[in-house]
């Protein structure tokens, strides 16, 4: 079984996550420049053997499509043609944010730490990542 990799994109950067090979754990892994992002998981692909993505979508309170929902859906297009070997699932990702900043406030980091924008991706996808695998033991 391979791993399952989850990204919370953004404009400017994407937090990522991923799993053990067991899919028991998620851990946070990195946080890459947007523009950077395939080229990233091309060479962790050929590194790690991963069957799998989770992307997360931002949709607005209601549901409905916000700025960022476009590309994000883009992404998942790009993960499609570029790793057709892979599944690559979509989940709403409302409140990871919210969430990922109160894990930090709650972990005791600094305002420094709170400030680094990166870290919050990295926390928001692994938000995403530990939400997919409750769901997927079901």
Request: charged residues 30%.
């Amino acid at each position: 079984m391979g791993r399952v990799l989850a990204i919370d994109p953004g404009a400017r950067r994407c937090g990522l996550a991923v799993t053990d090979p067991l899919r028991l754990i998620a851990t946070a892994l990195d946080t890459v420049d947007a523009g950077a992002l395939l080229d990233h998981l091309r060479r962790y692909l050929h590194r790690e053997a991963v069957d799998g993505f989770v992307v997360g979508v931002p949709r607005g309170l209601d549901g409905g499509p916000t700025d960022g929902t476009a590309p994000a859906l883009a992404l998942v297009e790009s993960l499609r043609k570029t790793f057709p070997q892979c599944f690559v699932e979509v989940v709403d990702e409302r409140f990871t944010s919210v969430l990922a900043e109160r894990t930090l406030l709650a972990s005791g980091k600094g305002r420094q730490a709170r400030r680094d924008k990166g870290q919050l991706d990295r926390i928001s996808a692994t938000i995403l990542l530990q939400d997919w695998l409750r769901r997927a033991a079901r």
